[in-house]
T-cell receptor, first 114, second 111 residues
């Protein structure tokens, strides 16, 4: 059974810092990995999707890397801003054809202090 | 572009009352549809998924049921709510193994 772990559970940093969020998964046979952002009381917003054949994806100040063989992914946020404060979730997908795909981590709650 | 709508945003229901949460998707056809629950302090748990009209699969035994009466409509129901049904319910859609998109969620409090 796939298990996804996110470390740390919570993180507080001053504005402007670069930071790294970690995600690990136990079964390396994944199809893709997705990073989400969740604001309090809201749904999930997709940030980046990395296919299993890719090493990284970038969007603006965000960069996600994937090392499938070691079961790890990182989300790098450059020059953090208070608006980045949210819970960040990673989820792995097992395969392309089946619908019940995403296994989620418990998230990292990020607070960026002004 | 595709959009997903979920309602209501919040709901307070007494124990033993029925439940109906609705989710609709626009801008796509034949999506895979999902219901997740997020309990306080815990991760997201997949409750149901559907690959087509009338096709529902349940991931965990529970007091809830799901239905898909139309291609882009997914409904989560219960005949009698339990206190343990409280949580944050999220609808999502996807196609194949591509990116998953989530609705804004429904906060359900059973009192």
């Amino acid at each position: 059974k796939q298990e996804v772990t996110q470390i740390p559970a919570a993180l507080s940093v001053p504005e402007g810092e670069n930071l790294v969020l970690n995600c690990s998964f136990t079964d390396s046979a994944i199809y893709n990995l997705q990073w989400f952002r969740q604001d309090p009381g809201k749904g999930l917003t997709s940030l980046l999707l990395i296919q299993s054949s890719q090493r990284e994806q970038t969007s603006g100040r965000l960069n996600a890397s994937l090392d499938k063989s070691s079961g790890r992914s990182t989300l790098y946020i450059a020059a953090s801003q208070p608006g980045d404060s949210a819970t960040y979730l990673c989820a792995v997908s097992k395969g392309p054809g089946s619908a019940r795909q995403l296994t989620f981590g418990s998230g990292t709650q990020l607070t960026v202090l002004p | 572009s595709q959009t997903i709508h979920q309602w209501p945003a919040t709901l307070v229901q007494p124990v033993g009352s029925p439940l109906s949460l609705e989710c609709t998707v626009e801008g796509t056809s034949n999506p895979n549809l999902y219901w997740y629950r997020q309990a306080a302090g815990r991760g997201l748990q997949l409750l149901f998924y559907s690959v087509g009209i009338g096709q529902i699969s349940s991931e965990v035994p529970q007091n809830l049921s799901a239905s898909r009466p139309q291609d882009r409509q997914f409904i989560l129901s219960s005949k009698k709510l339990l206190l343990s049904d409280s949580g944050f319910y999220l609808c999502a859609w996807g196609q194949g193994g591509t990116e998953a998109f989530f609705g804004q969620g429904t906060r359900l409090t059973v009192v």
